[in-house]
């Protein structure tokens, strides 16, 4: 599976939008991005993923660049309670079940 | 909708002695996961069940690790002889297709 690069920590005003970068230049064609986030001293969160075409849901929506080598989650309106380490994972679907979590992006959203 | 429970939360132990932990997944979850995550690290593959089979194991899981799901429902991770290394929580996941739901994890404190 492909690398990712996340900044290490972010902050974030409550109720602006957190914008989450990550860095996939190695991505291959058959690779999704997934994003999960771990609030503190609870397990991780499945958020959203995504092949080419941008997605939107109910948590969060996530912008994957025309080449695919970068991608950003977008919080539109962050909470305090959107605190959390946020975690950028690549996938290939056929390589196994283990997710490769990395160090994420620790965001700090504050009032 | 009950999700993922781990039993117990926390556990402290000396070093050398056995510990055992479980995991009850969701309900006709067939896939269940086992993680470790140390402290500023994201969680790191264990092992991989698809009901009572054992598809993938990292080789971060050492002869010292041994995970069964005996009748393809709750799972065990035992870890014999404690090692202070061994200090992390440990994670257990579900899922039927796709994304898993993470449990709250089981604290392992090897002093």
């Known amino acids: 599976d492909a690398k990712t690069t996340q900044p290490p920590s972010m902050d974030c005003a409550e109720g602006r939008a957190a914008n989450l970068p990550c860095n996939h230049s190695t991505i291959s064609g058959n690779e999704y991005v997934y994003w999960y986030r771990q609030i503190h001293s609870q397990g991780p969160q499945y958020i959203i993923h995504?092949?080419?075409n941008n997605e939107t849901n109910e948590m969060a929506s996530l912008i994957i660049t025309e080449d695919r080598k970068s991608s950003t989650l977008i919080l539109p309106h962050a909470t305090l309670r959107d605190t959390a380490v946020y975690y950028c994972i690549v996938k290939d679907s056929n390589s196994g079940y283990a997710l490769n979590f990395g160090k994420g992006t620790s965001l700090l959203v504050t009032p | 909708d009950t999700g993922v429970s781990q039993n117990p939360r926390h556990k402290i132990t000396k070093r050398g002695q056995n510990v055992t932990f479980r995991c009850d997944p969701i309900s006709e979850h067939n896939r269940l996961y086992w993680y470790r995550q140390t402290l500023g690290q994201g969680p790191e593959f264990l092992t991989y069940f698809q009901n009572e089979a054992q598809l993938e194991k990292s080789r971060l899981l050492s002869d010292r690790f041994s995970a069964e799901r005996p009748k393809g429902s709750f799972s065990t991770l035992e870890i014999q002889r404690t090692e202070q290394g061994d200090s992390a929580m440990y994670l257990c996941a579900s899922s039927l297709f796709g994304q898993g739901s993470f449990g709250p994890g089981t604290r392992l404190t090897v002093l």
């Open positions: 995504g092949l080419k």
